[in-house]
């Protein structure tokens, strides 16, 4: 399981990672919210790398962005193997993501926390990463599904009054294959 959670982990979270930029680059085109180079300046304190005034080197920025996007998405799609599937699954992650970007903003010092940000940015920042966490999630929950059901749904599954929710279950031998 963890090798498929793996790629296919890496192949949502960076799905999703694409799909929140564009989201963010249609949104800062309509509201002429500039770039945030947040992500060069976290990367940046983690690895030593010289830090630049002002506007970061792009490809510094996308290396923190969608590494970040990738590397969680293995996380998600861990979830949907185990068997935590679909939107509720989703929204707690959605809570992962942005719990990391605050963990490692203000651990290095880059970031402020959120109950200083003003209004307006809390909501977009929280948009922006719901969007990341639902599309990876829908595509973390799309290829572990190939897989059968998980773990968690099988136990569902068999326990009263469960929601199983996840069809019939594969037939096994004597040897649970």
């Known amino acids: 399981m963890i090798k498929r959670a793996l790629w296919q982990g890496l192949i949502a979270g960076t799905a999703g990672g694409v799909v929140m930029t564009l989201g963010e680059k249609i949104e800062q085109a309509l509201t002429k919210r500039p770039d945030s180079h947040v992500p060069a300046r976290v990367l940046q304190r983690l690895t030593s790398l010289p830090e630049h005034p002002g506007k970061q080197p792009v490809l510094v920025n996308w290396a923190m962005h969608f590494g970040q996007a990738a590397v969680l998405g293995v996380l998600r799609s861990v979830m949907a193997h185990a068997g935590l599937r679909g939107p509720v699954a989703s929204a707690k992650f959605t809570v992962v993501r942005l719990t990391n970007d605050q ?12 109950p200083t940000w003003p209004h307006k940015e809390l909501i ?8 990341y ?3 990876t999630g829908a595509i973390a929950d799309a290829l572990a599904a190939r897989g059968g059901p998980g773990p968690g749904q099988r136990q569902a599954a068999v326990r009263p009054g469960r929601h199983a929710d996840v069809g ?3 037939r096994r031998d004597a040897h649970g294959r």
């Open 133 to 135: 966490a639902f599309v």
């Open 103 to 114: 963990i490692l903003e203000n651990a290095t010092g880059v970031g402020a926390p959120p």
């Open 168 to 170: 019939p279950l594969p």
């Open 124 to 131: 977009v920042d929280a948009l922006h990463k719901a969007v």
